[in-house]
């Protein structure tokens, strides 16, 4: 993977594939995952569109800063200083979860860089303070070990675990090489975050994804944030909190669909 180092002195891991002259998009993982999370979606979405993944600062091969201050703002801000680091004017966005509440910022924020978006398995308002604090508590305390398996059964449905073993490992390989002091800043940044009093200025053309077996990000908040943003489009499937893994061909063929609409 390629590095980039913003701003604040932050070096991110990323990679760029596709088309130098297709349209950008740009995929934004979750909490405790890194760019694999994407990979059943980066060939078929690659032969489209120059697509962007990356490492979101603290996980998978990115730095965490020393005296971290993660925000959804500065998360955000990442994505656009990579986009102007691969030549990326413009961009459509696609993030789950923590990634999808980092893609409503720019939609909000960044409008003039955004094309379309995909928010999957996320809400303008993710949890509660007292969560994130307990969360931050435990992994202070044990490390993220003590959390992978709890993780694991909220990320997949006991029928997806039972059926794919293999894709399950690889998610948890990636959550344990996540930076413990990384994980607890974009706990700090989930924490800290509340966009719904501004989704509703969001113009660009939105997909929101749900899983409707997802209690991280319940389904009832996906529709939330979708009513919030004028004429979004939502989607439930037959997941839990990683619908992009758990229903890769489905989510894939959305995406692409709303990503490829005639404008």
Known sequence: MAEHTTDDGCRLAYEVRGP????GLVLVNSLGTDHTLWDAQIVPL?????????DARGHGASAVPPNDGTTIERLGRDVVSLMDAVGLARA????????????????????????????????ARIGSRELWDDRMRLVRAAGLEALADITLARWFTPAFRAADPAAVARV???FLRVSPAGYIASCAALRDADLRAQAEHVQAPTLVVTGRHDVATPAADGGALAAAISGARLLDLDAAHLSNVECAPAFTAAVLDVLREER
């Open 46 to 54: 690659a032969a489209h569109f120059r697509v962007l993944r990356f």
């Open 92 to 123: 459509s966005v696609c993030g789950v979860s923590i990634g999808g509440l980092t893609a409503l910022w720019l939609g909000i924020h960044a409008a003039d860089r955004v094309g379309r978006l995909v928010l999957a398995n996320t809400a």
């Open 20 to 23: 130098a002259t297709a349209p």
């Open 172 to 174: 948890r390989a990636a």
